[in-house]
């Protein structure tokens, strides 16, 4: 057994010690090594390879293993000795904390014994300090009452010296011993409790008291409420009563102030009484002249009889601005309808101008104390003077009333002169009621602006806003001529014999200068609105410019423009709503030759003809708007056209060819339509041509389908398909319709149809219409000239 524990402890010797990385490191990093030996990962043939790379190489086999044996030796030599240093180090260990504890004992011995006679000194210092601190109080308690009756000898004699000079009037004195006698006596507040010391806080009082009396009787005899300021000027005792005023009850010198400058500006109350003529605003400069003379004899004559710091000329413009400031309000009120802008000017520039001289001569000291003080800063006496709050809504007032007025008289005039007469300058032209408008209002604008560039620009603004869409809605939109439906209606038979000119449209000449004046007008006010939202924004304060938008009132003008328009187009489509009710109740299957064209195109070309060139020459001005009449009569009349056409049925190939000439006629006459009657030939816009070439085109090739035979099925199906590029089932019907095919052979052919149509590309959505190319207009005019040709040669 002994020799198996042996065994297997010498195998665990000899086995591999296997550490954690953390301790490996620790390792490497206090004994840092770059023997072979001492890695982790030390392997034992790498490290023999290492030695002996080569069979040459064993040759120093020997001298190799003894120097291994060595180091072997050496270690094992270092670990002998580190065993043996570790034996005795628990000994060591525990005989040097026993010398550490032996040492703190004698440690805390030492302190408990500083700490005993530290003790003992305080209470040593406490008793040597003890009689000090008793001597000190008792001499601070001696000097007290020491004070105290100084004070006290002070008060009595003071308050007997006060009585008796409050009883000789004798100002000057009392001036400078009452605020000695007030200072003393606060002294004696904590004593009040004494009744000596209570007597004498009461006769200070009653003397304090007696003196405000007295010195209020001096100054309502020196200047009574009634009558004049007594001769002589004032006198040496006022002046002396202003200075015992400072120290009294501030009550008494607010009372010596109100009651002079109440006597001071009496004169003034009764000269600009509300029912004297000088007191309205156009004589305004006088009463600035009256306050101006009367400061100036106030500094001659009292200027040394308040003290300087009472500012008593201040205070007098001061409440010479309250009064004025109601005073013109009552009669503002009074004469609210005598009220202009122009005047209202004027009185702020002499205002301002009165102000400025008071901000540059007074520094504003009294405005946060005194009589009638409301602000607390030096610009206030625009508000004081003049409540700009009550002018601006005094101009407000005057401008709705005016723009009332203006309004009113601009409807008046239009229906005493009516609407611009046809063939005259006015015809079409802009109304002059509208640059009167603009001309008030710019001038509202600038004069406003001089009163003031915040709020009051933004009321006045929605004053302006208000009263645009007033004109646009009275004088613009409510005088565009009513349309009324036409109950008659034409029969066929008279329109086909009806001779040119034997129509009119349902608006007369004077109704369409009318419109186109209208029409004019509002493209002049929706620019001169946005002119005047780009003046007021520059005008007013940058922190309100986003308040101030006029779009919504340039919305109403550009609507009065397209209702306009509408009514143009409307009027000129009803014109030839009965020619193509005539055109679909012809019988063009029993038509037999193909003629010149026929009379509803007749129609339809005198109407454009008479409406046109009016509606053109009217808006000469604005171009663009009579390019949009065009555009617009042209996208109502072109799909109206071709409703009318499908029905036509049923149709023959010679009626076919008829209606593909008279569709050519109208064709051309909607390329001119521009220039139509013009002397001037001008080109179309390219967006108007381009509409009527597409819409056009599609009349014809619906046409040229139902010329086309419809047999054989296919070919005809086909041909449908290349010329219209319609996928819609409905549409084809109609033109089978046209054709007069009955119900039975339309079946196949609508089944036939579906089975043609092209399959759409994938992903795209399956809707009726297709994307076929269309032919060029070049292409278009190439084949009606040779369907011409072909006419000509039949005839």
């Not at 709503?577 to 037999?592: G, Y």
């Amino acid at each position: 057994m002994m020799e198996e524990e042996e065994l297997e402890f010498s195998e665990d010797l000899e086995a591999i010690l296997h550490l954690i990385p953390e301790v490996q490191l620790a390792i490497e990093q206090v004994f840092p090594s770059q023997d072979p030996l001492d890695r982790a990962d030390f392997n034992a043939v790498e490290y023999i390879n290492t030695l002996f790379p080569t069979e040459q190489s064993l040759a120093n086999i020997d001298e190799v293993v003894n120097k291994i044996r060595l180091k072997i030796r050496r270690l094992d030599d270092n670990i002998r000795m580190v065993v043996r240093g570790q034996t005795n180090v628990g000994q060591d260990g525990r005989q040097a904390l026993a010398e550490a504890q032996v040492a703190i004992g004698q440690l805390f011995g030492k302190i408990k014994d500083i700490k005993d006679k530290a003790e003992k000194s305080e209470q040593m210092v406490k008793e040597i300090t003890r009689d000090i601190k008793q001597l000190d109080h008792a001499k601070r308690h001696l000097t007290t009452s020491i004070t105290t009756l100084n004070h006290l000898h002070m008060l009595a004699g003071g308050v007997d010296s006060l009585e008796a000079m409050t009883r000789r009037r004798q100002y000057g004195e009392v001036a400078n011993l009452l605020q000695g006698v007030v200072n003393v006596l606060e002294h004696f507040h904590k004593y009040m409790g004494i009744p000596q010391i209570r007597q004498l806080s009461e006769r200070v009082k009653a003397a304090q008291s007696e003196l405000g009396t007295q010195i209020l009787a001096d100054f309502e005899e020196a200047f009574p409420a009634q009558g004049s300021k007594r001769a002589g000027g004032p006198s040496n005792v006022l002046r002396d009563a202003c200075l015992v005023a400072n120290v009294l009850d501030p009550r008494i010198k607010q009372e010596i102030i109100k009651k002079f400058i109440r006597q001071h500006l009496s004169e003034y109350m009764v000269l600009f009484q509300e029912n004297q003529d000088v007191a309205w605003l156009d004589k305004i400069d006088r009463r600035y002249a009256w306050i101006k003379r009367q400061l100036v004899d106030y500094e001659e004559k009292y200027g040394r009889m308040f003290p300087e710091e009472w500012c008593m000329t201040e205070r007098i413009a001061v409440e010479f601005c309250h009064i004025t400031r109601t005073e013109l309000a009552k009669v503002m009120r009074t004469r609210a309808k005598e009220i202009e802008v122009k005047l209202l000017l004027f009185a702020i520039q002499r205002t301002t101008n009165f102000e400025g001289l008071l901000a540059k001569r007074f520094s504003g000291c009294t405005l946060t104390d005194g009589p009638g003080v409301r602000h607390t800063h030096t610009h206030t006496h625009t508000v004081e003077i003049m409540s700009i709050n009550y002018i601006l809504h005094s101009v407000c007032v005057t401008i709705l009333r005016n723009l009332g007025e203006m309004i009113d008289r601009f409807v008046s005039d239009f229906r005493a002169q009516g609407p611009p007469k046809a063939g005259t300058e006015d015809g079409g032209a802009v109304l002059p009621s509208c640059a009167d408008l603009f001309v008030y209002y710019k001038k509202c604008m600038v004069q406003c602006s001089q009163l003031s560039t915040g709020e009051p620009m933004i009321a006045l603004t929605t004053i302006f806003q208000k009263y645009l869409r007033e004109y646009a809605w009275k004088i613009l939109s409510g005088n565009l001529p009513k349309t009324s439906s036409n109950s008659g209606g034409l029969t066929i038979k008279s329109l086909l014999q009806e001779k040119e000119g034997s129509e009119a449209a349902k608006f007369n000449v004077e109704e369409l200068c009318l419109i186109c004046s209208i029409l004019s007008t509002a493209e002049y006010c929706l620019a001169t609105t946005q002119q005047l939202e780009e003046k007021l924004k520059e005008k007013v304060d940058k922190t309100l410019v986003e308040r101030i938008n006029l779009t919504g009132e340039m919305d109403t003008f550009s609507n009065v423009i397209s209702n306009s328009i509408q009514l143009l187009v409307q009027d000129l489509d009803a014109a030839c709503d009965p020619a193509l009710t005539a055109m679909s109740k012809m019988p063009w299957q029993s038509v037999e030759h193909v003629g010149d064209q026929s009379p509803y195109v007749t129609s339809v070309i005198m109407h454009i003809k008479q409406n046109v060139p009016i509606i053109r020459g009217n808006l000469a001005s604005t171009r663009k708007y009579f390019t949009q009449f065009c555009i617009k009569f042209t996208n109502s009349f072109i799909p109206k056209f071709i409703n009318h056409l499908f029905r036509c049925k049923p149709i023959s190939m010679v009626g076919a060819e008829q209606l593909l000439l008279d569709t050519h006629s109208l064709k051309t006459v909607l390329l001119d339509l521009p220039s139509i009657g013009s002397q001037v030939v001008r080109k179309a816009p390219a967006s108007y041509t381009k509409i009527v070439v597409k819409g056009m085109t599609r009349a014809e090739m619906i046409l040229k389908v139902v010329m086309a035979p419809h047999e054989p099925s296919v070919v005809f199906v086909d041909n449908y398909i290349k010329l219209l590029a319609d996928g819609n089932p409905e549409t084809f019907q109609k033109t089978l319709d046209m054709k007069g095919l009955k119900r039975s052979e339309q079946s196949s052919m609508l089944e036939l149809f579906r089975q043609r149509l092209p399959t759409p590309p994938s992903g795209a959505d399956g809707g009726p219409s297709l994307s076929f190319s269309t032919p060029t207009p070049e292409q278009e005019n190439s084949r009606i000239r040779k369907l011409e040709k072909l006419i000509k040669k039949r005839l």
